[in-house]
């Protein structure tokens, strides 16, 4: 039985990423591994999946929550350079 570790190492997917789509979708960080795994496989899924951390990010600035946004962008930006398409 893989674990979620393993799941995330094939996909190439960091513990901060699942957190940002687990806190976007609202679901538990296991379920988020599930769907991010899915959706990294192809390139419409990185599209949504880098729209959702940009939306977290303007969720928090619009709150005020700078250091929300910070972390988010670091998250954001090294998804976007492990996993390139035309965004």
């Not at 609202?26 to 899924?45: F, H, K, M, R, S």
């Not at 709150?63 to 998804?79: H, L, S």
């Amino acid at each position: 039985m893989l674990s979620i570790r393993d799941c995330l190492d094939y996909c190439d997917l960091t513990d901060d990423e699942v957190e940002l789509i687990a806190e976007h979708e609202n679901i538990p960080d296991a379920a988020a591994a599930q769907l991010v795994c899915g959706l990294v496989q192809t390139p419409e899924g990185v599209l949504m999946l880098t729209q959702y951390m940009q939306q977290l990010i303007e969720r928090a600035a619009s709150k005020g929550d700078m250091d929300k946004v910070q972390r988010a962008q670091k998250v954001c930006a090294r998804f976007m350079q492990d996993h390139p398409v035309c965004h």
